[in-house]
């Protein structure tokens, strides 16, 4: 039996490789397992919420990505037109921009900036949403306005919740913490939200300059290719005891930096002939080329569950038989936040949970815990056809009101009526669709005075050719 020891490398960079199934999450949670006990921090960055059930065992918090942001706009000891460079060509990379479009991107953020900072505020995502808007009904040529309408759309898919909330990385570098980024819906919303938190980190490590042993862990990895954040934590992250585990079904799509420094290798079976030729050349190390076609056989014919592990120290790679990750308590905590991003009923989630394996009592424990630490808030409906217990995750305003307008929009749906939820200062909480006019959907708990009521109705009159207030 192997047991990784990766303090004893020049570094403690790790990068697991293999194909779908393989056995790659399996290891890393082993991996996180014997962090956790050892008494090392970590973060995990999790796409497909592949952890969060083990969250508990790991002694780790929770969070959901579309809940819990980090404002990319952030200056963090840049200046303006630094951190303006930074973000176009952060998003150039990932939205593959055109010179064109990058060019008049910059232009949006260092208005947004010089606007923002006037006012004394920090723009975000919606501030360049704005500005982009502004600039699009002031283009001279149609060209610009299609080009500023193309750009605005774009960014559309990665401005994540209107509502999401800053999360403490001084928090998330003083324990344990998985990112589920299962609720961002496209690669890019993905691979800007982990590019983002990896800057807060880096920033965060050296303004503090602590050393600790913590690890940042990116499944699918691959999508960092190219970000410059990471190069700067593979070079530098030893000095502060940080470690990264990349994760990724082809070693070849890492950023070339991971696959430069990383001195442990774990690699499962590839069946792709130019995926096996090039892990196969890194294990034989370009020179031997008896030693090249051993190691890309092996690749080739390795068993469900072992990997190659090859480290820095040693010559040959060994071969490992993994042992099953086996979970000695799952916790559904994290699979309720998920389902809580949107209004869901108490008999809906409990039986989501009983067809995830979890018994009724570690679903209503769980339930319970999160109400009591405040994380998660119910309202109880009185009325058919809604009535039940209904609960949601960090709602923008009372629980109340957002459980309400996501019943009052379930309802119109049920019959037939387009719509879509808004709720928030800047327009009704419902946006009805009704012989092509739209009609504006209030609802009010009753706890708002009369002057904010009728100041806010006369807005939306102003707007709506009709306006409906619930209570």
Known sequence: MMRLNPERNLNSHIMITGESGAGKSNVCKLILRQLANQGAGFVVLDPHAEYVEHAKEMHAEVYDASMHSVNLFDLDGLTERERTAEITAMLRRV???????????YRCIDYTYWVSMRNGSVPNMHSLLYTIKVFG??????????????????LLVIAGENFARNVSVAKIL??????????LHSAEAQSIYMEGMLRKIYTSVLAARVKRRFYIVIDEAEKLQGSPVVGRFVAEGRKYGIGMIAISQRAKALDKEIRSNAATMITFTQREPEEQNYVANMI?????YNRFIEVRKALRELPRGYALVQEARERNAKMVKCLRFKARERDPSGAIMVMARKVVGKRELLEKLRHDGFSAEQAIGAITELVRSGKLKYHVVTEAPYAGTWYIAMPRNSAEHDVMVSLISRYLSENGIANRIHNNSYGPDVIAYKDGRKVAVEYETGKKNTWDTERMLAKRVEKYPEVIVLR
């Open 284 to 288: 034989a190390a370009g020179t031997e």
């Open 137 to 154: 009904r002031k283009a001279r040529s149609k060209p610009e306005a299609n080009m500023l309408d193309s750009l605005e759309k774009r």
């Open 95 to 105: 939205l593959h921009l055109g010179e064109v479009q990058a060019s008049t991107l």
């Open 174 to 183: 003083q324990g344990r913490s998985i990112f589920s980024l299962h609720g």
